[in-house]
Structures are given as structure tokens and as C-alpha cells.
């Protein structure tokens, strides 16, 4: 019995640990899948010439087709995305990992999507891209060496675990 449970106690640790490391990765992903979204309505709304709401209406991630219906019932989209924020970003939404850093690059665009000439929009897009870009990165970075730093934490408490009961 003892046995049994100085390993449920490590191995418990251990998959704690994991799963805390898994969130830190969680910022990147979301930043990538952003970008992904992005480009695709870049090449909708500036090369298919579809308009900005069905754009955002047809993209595969989630904040941009909210933004979109909002925009189909008359918002701009910087209104659209303000009136979305707290919902996205609360626990559980689909931004709930992003940063105030992020957020800010993400509402830069929203404030000039939709307005401008067609250089204007394109410029618009490869500055959110680059940001993002950038964002990204040292989201991967942080989340890896954090990944690494709990995954250690949640073995190394298993194993003290296992020793105090033993």
C-alpha cells in the first residue's frame, strides 16, 4: 500500500508539473494560429476583394468570426473588437493566454481594418504580422524554458513526496 502510494504521489507531481508546463506553451499557439487567421483574410479581403465582415465571418478562428457577425450587425470592427475583448480574454476564452502586449497589437490592427486604401490595408497587415511575429517568438522561448523549469518542479516534488512518505 505504501508502495502504491509514494507512486500515485510522484507520478501526480509529475503530470501537475506537466500540465502547468503545457499552459506556458498555450501564448505561442495562439499567437500562431492568429497569424495563420490573419494571412488567410488578408488574402480574402485584399485579393478575393471579399468584404471585411464576410472575411472575418469565414475565417477558422474564433475571435475573428465573432468580430465579423458583430461587424455584419453594423459595427466597425475596432468597436466590434472592444465590445468582444472581455469575453475573449476572460479564463476560459479563447485569449485567455495572450498578453496586454499581444492585445495591443491585435487592437492596432482592428483600429485601421477596413479603412484605407488597399497599400494602406496591406501595410496594416505586415505590421500586425511582424508584431505578432515578434510576439510569437519570445512567447515560444518563455513558454519552452518554462515548459522545462515545471515539468522539472512537478518530478523533483513527486520524488520529495515519495520520499517524505517513505
Same mark, same amino acid.
Do not use: N
Given at each position: 500500500?505504501?508502495?502504491?502510494?509514494? /507512486?500515485?504521489?510522484?507520478?501526480? *507531481?509529475? $503530470?501537475?508539473? !506537466?500540465?502547468? #508546463?503545457?499552459?506556458?506553451?498555450? @501564448?505561442? %499557439?495562439?499567437l500562431?494560429?492568429?497569424? +495563420?487567421?490573419?494571412?488567410?483574410? @488578408?488574402?480574402?479581403?485584399?485579393?478575393?476583394?471579399?468584404?471585411?465582415?464576410?472575411?472575418?465571418?469565414?475565417? @477558422?478562428?474564433?475571435?475573428?468570426? %465573432?468580430? &465579423?457577425? !458583430?461587424? #455584419?450587425?453594423?459595427? +466597425? #470592427? *475596432?468597436?466590434?473588437?472592444?465590445? $468582444?475583448?472581455?469575453?475573449? =480574454? @476572460?479564463r476560459g &476564452?479563447?485569449? +485567455?493566454?495572450?498578453? %496586454?502586449?499581444?492585445? +495591443?497589437?491585435?487592437?492596432?490592427?482592428f483600429?485601421? $481594418?477596413?479603412?484605407?486604401?488597399?497599400?494602406?490595408?496591406? *501595410?496594416?497587415?505586415?505590421a500586425?504580422? %511582424?508584431?505578432? &511575429?515578434r510576439?510569437?517568438?519570445? *512567447? =515560444?522561448?518563455? &513558454?519552452?524554458?518554462?515548459?522545462? $523549469?515545471?515539468?522539472?518542479?512537478?518530478?523533483?516534488?513527486?520524488?520529495?513526496?515519495?520520499?517524505?512518505? /517513505?
Amino acid at each position: 500500500m505504501r508502495v502504491a502510494l509514494v /507512486v500515485l504521489a510522484a507520478v501526480g *507531481a509529475a $503530470l501537475v508539473g !506537466r500540465s502547468v #508546463a503545457a499552459s506556458c506553451a498555450r @501564448r505561442a %499557439r495562439t499567437l500562431r494560429q492568429a497569424m +495563420d487567421a490573419l494571412q488567410i483574410l @488578408r488574402i480574402q479581403m485584399l485579393e478575393r476583394l471579399l468584404p471585411l465582415h464576410a472575411a472575418l465571418k469565414h475565417s @477558422r478562428f474564433e475571435p475573428l468570426q %465573432r468580430v &465579423g457577425e !458583430r461587424m #455584419a450587425g453594423g459595427e +466597425d #470592427a *475596432a468597436t466590434a473588437w472592444r465590445a $468582444l475583448l472581455p469575453a475573449l =480574454s @476572460r479564463r476560459g &476564452g479563447a485569449l +485567455d493566454s495572450l498578453t %496586454r502586449e499581444d492585445f +495591443d497589437a491585435l487592437a492596432a490592427l482592428f483600429g485601421g $481594418l477596413g479603412t484605407g486604401a488597399r497599400a494602406e490595408q496591406e *501595410a496594416l497587415f505586415s505590421a500586425t504580422m %511582424r508584431e505578432l &511575429g515578434r510576439l510569437e517568438g519570445e *512567447a =515560444s522561448k518563455t &513558454g519552452a524554458e518554462k515548459g522545462k $523549469l515545471y515539468t522539472t518542479l512537478g518530478l523533483l516534488c513527486g520524488l520529495m513526496l515519495a520520499i517524505a512518505f /517513505v
